[in-house]
T-cell receptor
Framework: AQSVSQHNHHVILSEAASLELGCNYS??????LFWYVQYPGQHLQLLLK??????LVKGIKGFEAEFIKSKFSFNLRKPSVQWSDTAEYFCAVNAALDYGGSQGNLIFGKGTKLSVKP | DTGVSQDPRHKITKRGQNVTFRCDPISEHNRLYWYRQTLGQGPEFLTY????????KSRLLSDRFSAERPKGSFSTLEIQRTEQGDSAMYLCASSLSRSLYTGELFFGEGSRLTVL
């Protein structure tokens, strides 16, 4: 069965600090990988995704993530955080299918709450 | 607003009562998902539909839970004989299914259930 582990439950940073949130997944086949973000009082929204190709993917608001297949990891990074990045971040995975589609359901990690101090 | 909408946003009920949640997906999306989220946890998959067909159900979906999508548009999630452990945020999401499926799920704001 697929599973996702996020290493940090709560991260507190000052503005302009660099961010790296860890994510490891467990699955024997080819996967698609995602980071979702939930800002306070808002719904979950996609931050970035990896399906194939360049393992370094860039998302919205200056976020990027690197897929390292040998480590089963998909860590999220941002060089300089802002107060507006305060949110909860969820890593998710689903199984990729041969024709380029994906199995329906996403499996989420437990999330990492990021608090950025102004 | 043309996003995913859920109703009601909050529901407080007594143990043993039945509750029903409704989800209206983005109009052109043929896949619809239900997730449950409790405090300190990520969303947990419950079930999903492609058009009106329910393609997968999680083991989390006990016999007291039933989901429908009768015409392939809106969906309902009913919980019978609610228990305190059912208290959670119930999230609906929708997406497109095609060979170049992007995998992006669009989430609603959720329906929060409190069972007293």
């Amino acid at each position: 069965a697929q599973s996702v582990s996020q290493h940090n439950h709560h991260v507190i940073l000052s503005e302009a600090a660099s961010l790296e949130l860890g994510c490891n997944y467990s699955y024997g086949g080819t996967v698609n990988l995602f980071w979702y973000v939930q800002y306070p009082g808002q719904h979950l929204q996609l931050l970035l995704k990896y399906f194939s190709g360049d393992p370094l993917v860039k998302g919205i608001k200056g976020f990027e993530a690197e897929f390292i297949k040998s480590k089963f990891s998909f860590n999220l990074r941002k060089p300089s955080v802002q107060w507006s990045d305060t949110a909860e971040y969820f890593c998710a995975v689903n199984a990729a299918l041969d024709y380029g589609g994906s199995q329906g359901n996403l499996i989420f990690g437990k999330g990492t709450k990021l608090s950025v101090k102004p | 607003d043309t996003g995913v909408s859920q109703d009601p946003r909050h529901k407080i009920t007594k143990r043993g009562q039945n509750v029903t949640f409704r989800c209206d997906p983005i109009s052109e999306h043929n896949r619809l998902y239900w997730y449950r989220q409790t405090l300190g946890q990520g969303p947990e998959f419950l079930t999903y539909f492609q058009n009106e067909a329910q393609l997968e159900k999680s083991r989390l979906l006990s016999d007291r839970f039933s989901a429908e999508r009768p015409k392939g548009s809106f969906s309902t999630l009913e919980i019978q004989r609610t228990e305190q452990g059912d208290s959670a945020m119930y999230l609906c999401a929708s997406s497109l299914s095609r060979s170049l499926y992007t995998g992006e799920l669009f989430f609603g704001e959720g329906s929060r259930l409190t069972v007293l």
